[in-house]
Nanobody
Framework: QVQFVESGGGLVQAGGSLRLSCAAS??????IGWYRQAPGNERELVAH????????YYVDSVKGRFTISRDNAKNTVYLQMNSLKPEDTAVYYC????????WGQGTRVTVSS
């Protein structure tokens, strides 16, 4: 059973950048998605990368600002977040989009205005 560990979050000013990492416990070649959940909101899919490394999906609110990528040799998926906005504030998680395992602890992103 694959487990994910998210890291890279923090506090950043609006317009700044962060790079999140999602490390898997073993070799991972399936599609993987980044999700986020703000207090009081549903968890939403932010970006989804195919097993071949090609981006498959970005939620409209992050298009042009976020980039998902992966390094299968390192069992890691990344989310480069640029031009951050206060509405990006959330806890960010990764998981399999279509066959989810248990959620990790996530990594908190706080964007101040």
């Amino acid at each position: 059973q694959v487990q994910f560990v998210e890291s890279g979050g923090g506090l950043v000013q609006a317009g700044g950048s962060l790079r999140l990492s999602c490390a898997a416990s073993g070799s991972t070649f399936a599609a993987i998605g980044w999700y986020r959940q703000a207090p009081g909101n549903e968890r939403e899919l932010v970006a989804h990368i195919n097993r071949d490394g090609s981006p498959y999906y970005y939620v409209d609110s992050v298009k042009g600002r976020f980039t998902i990528s992966r390094d299968n040799a390192k069992n890691t998926v990344y989310l480069q977040m640029n031009s951050l906005k206060p509405e990006d504030t959330a806890v960010y998680y990764c998981n399999f989009p279509f066959h989810r395992v248990g959620w990790g602890q996530g990594t908190r992103v706080t964007v101040s205005s």
